[in-house]
């Protein structure tokens, strides 16, 4: 969607990928690069100038309740235009968020996830590996925050804890 033509009720484009819902959506804040965590278990980066006209990409039809059901892989006949999937951390039973690292601080190399099984989890945007786990929670990390100058996060959790 462009805001600049909000009465236009058109998309200006989308960028298939998940094969299953999207919980979270969030900027790198250069106007190009996005992430995006999905009930289909992966978060994505994203190119914005890679945007299809298109507005017609398949999308699954599974019934999978991401809220209570076990995750099971779903059909991938959707064309992925990510530029990178990241896996490893879980998204069931509430919206994960996931964010870019500070450029102050980081450059933005990294993106960090919460996750259900109770960790954050943070990978290398340049080469889509795996970093570490940190931070264990004793339930789900909903949600994490990067400071905006230093390179520490806060976690927060069903377990009524911030870490």
């Known amino acids: 969607w462009d805001r600049r033509s909000l009465k236009s009720n058109k998309a200006q484009g989308c960028l298939g990928g998940h094969s299953q819902g999207v919980t979270c959506v969030s900027p790198k804040g250069d106007s190009r690069y996005f992430i995006s965590n999905g009930k289909d278990q992966t978060l994505k980066l994203w190119d914005i100038r890679k945007m299809t006209n298109s507005v017609s990409v398949p999308v699954s039809r599974d019934e999978f309740d991401y809220r209570s059901d076990t995750h099971r892989i779903a059909p991938r006949d959707i064309k992925d235009m990510s530029l990178l999937s ?45 970093l570490r786990t940190n931070c264990r929670h004793d339930s789900a990390v909903r949600d994490i925050s990067w400071h905006p100058y230093l390179p520490v996060l806060v976690s927060s959790s069903w377990d009524g804890y911030l870490g």
């Not at 870019?100 to 590996?129: A, I, K, W």
């Open 86 to 130: 990241f896996t490893g951390h879980s998204v069931y039973k509430t919206l994960i968020r996931c964010e870019f690292s500070p450029q102050e601080s980081t450059g933005g190399r990294y993106v960090v996830t919460g996750s259900h099984d109770g960790y954050v989890y943070f990978f290398d945007v340049l080469t889509g590996e795996k």
